[in-house]
């Protein structure tokens, strides 16, 4: 951990500090934001299921992550001495605040809201100690949900029955499944917030799949917000993103959500949860880049050229990008730049050898098209 620094979204570091800057940088990246980003994309998604069910249905997504331990762990009864609030699970600015560990750390503000705010989700980048590896990573994204009812005209049975209903239509929605004992099931679970809590796994790729968790909001983190539990209750869930997000799209790494390579983002649009996009995989070694300037002939479409370096490279070329244009003002004559990006899948290509290839592209070029000007 190197020296804080002055302060983290308002609040100012102690000796509990110990945020690595390798975290701290990935604060203020609003993935979920992105609208073209898997986690962006599977946030709306869940967000279309909820309006639909419920059109009062609030939606929150740029809270910020920087909470107080009292709203991280105090309100919703996580015990002083319990191993979550231990500097070795969280990330500590200063002795009573936090980088959330979890989207809970919301709801009491948006439980003392009612009645005006009935139901809500709420999304974020949240954060934990925690190895890093192919699906784990100190930073993800969660997404709460919370719907109250009357409790003089809805029953505590009723209550679960909704909860059961709303959330088997969520992951049936989301993996497009039928409802049924065969494609899901509820388990017993604990969190101090619920009570009771359940676990909803879904039968997916052939195994059971965890979904989230969840339970009916516990009568004293309804008081710590202020409400009367004789007069409204509710219930209450948790969601990883990551996760579902890397089944529903098949990203096989946790840490391609956090790429700046554009080979990953340019796999995903907003139409990708209907379109089922599914990712293909790029190699981690690094391109060879060879460029193309060339003379205009009359009868020249940009597809002649990339059919031609396509045939000669194979999947050892990645893309060929337009990089400039020019026409003559005299001669009205036009030339073209290509770049084009050679990558192999499964080593490092040597310059020579894509100049070999190369050569055979510019040879072909020349040749069939009787390309004269190639460079
Ligand atoms: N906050 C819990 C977690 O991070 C999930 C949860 C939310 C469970 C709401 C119950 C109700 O695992």
Redesign the pocket.
């Known amino acids: 951990v190197m020296a804080p620094p002055e302060e983290i979204l308002g609040i100012k570091p102690d000796g509990k500090y110990n945020v690595p800057a390798g975290v701290r940088e990935k604060l203020g990246k609003n993935l979920l934001l992105n609208s073209k980003h898997p986690l962006g994309i599977l946030w709306k998604t869940v967000q279309e299921y909820f309006a639909e069910q419920d059109s009062n249905c609030k939606f929150f997504d740029t809270e910020k992550p920087v909470v107080s331990t009292v709203d991280c762990f105090d309100k919703?009864r996580v015990p002083p001495d319990h191993v979550s609030r231990s500097p070795s699970d969280t990330y500590y600015v200063n002795a009573d605040y936090v980088l959330r560990?979890?989207?809970?750390a919301h709801?009491c503000q948006f439980l003392s809201q009612y009645p005006e705010i009935t139901s809500f989700l709420c999304a974020g980048d949240?954060y934990r100690r925690d190895e890093i590896d192919a699906s784990h990573y100190p930073a993800f994204h969660?997404c709460?949900?919370?719907r109250l009812f009357d409790a003089q005209k809805v029953s505590k049975e009723e209550v679960m029955e909704d909860l059961k209903k709303t959330l088997e239509g969520l992951a049936a929605h989301l993996f497009q499944l039928k409802t049924g004992e065969d494609t899901m099931r509820w388990l017993d679970?604990y969190?101090p917030?619920?009570e009771p809590?359940l676990e909803l796994e879904i039968f997916y790729n052939e195994d059971w799949m965890e979904v989230?968790?969840?339970?009916v909001?516990h009568h004293d983190v309804l008081r710590n917000a202020g409400l009367d539990p004789e007069k409204v209750h509710g219930?209450?869930?948790?969601?990883?993103l990551e996760r579902l997000a890397m089944v529903l799209f098949g990203i096989p790494d946790i840490r391609l959500f956090w790429s700046d390579d554009a080979r990953f983002a340019q796999q995903f649009s907003e139409g990708s949860f209907s379109e089922k996009t599914k990712f293909k995989p790029f190699s981690k070694y690094p391109p060879v880049l060879k460029d193309i300037s060339m003379w205009i002939p009359e009868d020249f479409v940009d597809n002649d050229l990339f059919e031609m370096i396509r045939d000669e490279g194979g999947d050892q070329v990645e893309k060929v990008d337009l990089l400039d244009e020019f026409t003559h003002p005299k001669t009205g004559r036009s030339s073209k730049m290509f770049r084009v990006t050679w990558r192999d899948m499964s080593r490092t290509l040597t310059n020579e050898e894509v100049n070999a290839k190369h050569e055979k592209v510019l040879e072909r070029v020349v040749e069939k098209a009787n390309w004269k000007e190639v460079s």
């Open positions: 919703l560990t979890h989207t809970s709801q949240v969660q709460e949900g919370v679970e969190f917030f619920t809590s989230l968790g969840c339970g909001i219930w209450a869930f948790g969601l990883g």
